[in-house]
Each structure stands twice: as C-alpha cells, then as structure tokens.
C-alpha cells in the first residue's frame, strides 16, 4: 500500500516560492507518475499538473505555465512541487497524488499561506 | 479546456436514503470520468473510475453511470460516513484534468 507524506505547512511573501515535498513509502516514484492539485479555502480542486518519472515527461496546466515547476528525486523517492512569484491567489492546499489520470492514493495535503 | 459541472451545489438527506449526483462535461470524455470523496480537513477519496468501476475497498452502494457528457453518481442508501462533498473529473481530455466544482450531501 502505497502511503504519500507531505511536507509541513508553508507561510510566504508574496512574490516569493514556495516548494512542497510528497515522499513514497511502500513503492519508489520511478515505478508510478504522480499529479499536483491544489484547494483554495472552502474551494474545489484545481489540477496543476503531472510528472510521469519513468519517462520523464512533465505536463502543467496551462493557468500554473511559467510558475510551477514539478520534479522527482528517484533516489529518495520523493516528488516535489515548486510554485514560484506567489500572490495571495496561491493560498492553499496542496496535495499530490499518484496517478497519471485516476488519482488512487493522496498525500495529506499541504497548507500554504501568502501574507505579507 | 472542458468544463465540468455538477449539480446540485447541495444536497441534504436523511440516513438510508438513496442519492444521485450529476455530473455533465462540456464536451463528450467518453467514460473518463471518476469520482472522489472528500470529508472535511481530508485529501480526496477515489470512488470510482472509468465512470463505473468501483476503486478498492469501496462499498457497493457506490455506483457510477453515464458516458459521454452526462454521468451519475448514486448512493444506493445513505450511511453517516457518506456525508462529503464529490467531486467528479474528466481524463479524457488534455490539457488540464479538469474537476467539477462538487456536490455536497449534508445531513438533513
């Protein structure tokens, strides 16, 4: 059973970046591709974006282009999400999941606050 | 990008009672579609993928149904561990994977 542990919760500037952490336990990341999605208070879930590490392919949704950077360190098997230039729009929760499509195992989730 | 939308925002039910969520895309995503769970301050839940087949380990009163643009999710009777908002998602289209904005089912 494949477990996804998160990061700690984030306070940042604006303007700032931010870059959360999703380790596997129970399965290494190079056998299973894995999405970032995001939740604003009391919002739905926004989908960011995926990385497929057996391949190396990476794709973002086109409103995260530019600013977010997801990548993987094999060798820790952990994922990673970068979101960089942060404004007060970017205050969520952020989870990663494993899955290409069916997301079937999700990290806790990860607050990050944006105040000045 | 394909816009998914639910309906309704809300729903309160009583215990026992049987549930269905709609879920239409803008555009066909085939039977790409799945369903989640989420409880309060919890990451999602997968219930359901290929709009209709059931993710491990959950029950049977979880259905799926539908194809093209128009999918349901029911609740064949409402337990108290049910109570949650759902969310559905297309696959089928790239890019984003997109969400609908969620049906929550409150206790009436």
């Known amino acids: 059973q494949v477990q996804l542990v998160q990061s700690g919760p984030e306070v940042k500037k604006p303007g700032s970046s931010v870059k959360v952490s999703c380790k596997a336990s129970g399965g290494t990341f190079s056998s299973f591709p894995i999405t970032w999605v995001r939740q604003a208070p009391g919002q739905g879930l926004e989908w960011m974006g995926r990385l497929v590490p057996k391949f190396g392919i990476v794709n973002y949704a086109q409103s995260f282009q530019g600013r977010v950077t997801i990548s993987a360190d094999k060798s820790t098997s952990t994922g990673y999400m970068e979101l960089t230039n942060l404004r007060s729009e970017d205050m969520a929760v952020y989870y990663c999941?494993?899955?290409?499509?069916?997301?079937?195992?999700w990290g806790q989730g990860t607050l990050v606050i944006v105040s000045s | 990008d394909i816009v998914m939308t639910q309906s309704p925002a809300t729903l309160s039910v009583s215990p026992g009672e049987r549930v269905t969520l709609s879920c239409r895309a803008s555009q066909s995503v085939s039977s790409n579609l799945a369903w989640y769970q989420q409880k309060p301050g919890q990451a999602p839940r997968l219930l359901i993928h290929?709009?209709?087949t059931r993710a491990t380990g959950i029950p049977a009163r979880f259905n799926g149904s539908g194809s093209g643009t128009e999918f349901t999710l029911t609740i064949s009777s409402l337990q108290s561990e049910d109570f949650a908002v759902y969310y559905c998602?297309?696959?089928?289209?790239?890019?984003?994977?997109?969400f609908g904005q969620g049906t929550k089912v409150e206790i009436k």
């Open positions: 290929g709009a209709s």
């Open positions: 999941a494993r899955g290409v499509d069916i997301l079937d195992s």
């Open positions: 998602q297309q696959y089928n289209n790239w890019p984003p994977r997109t």
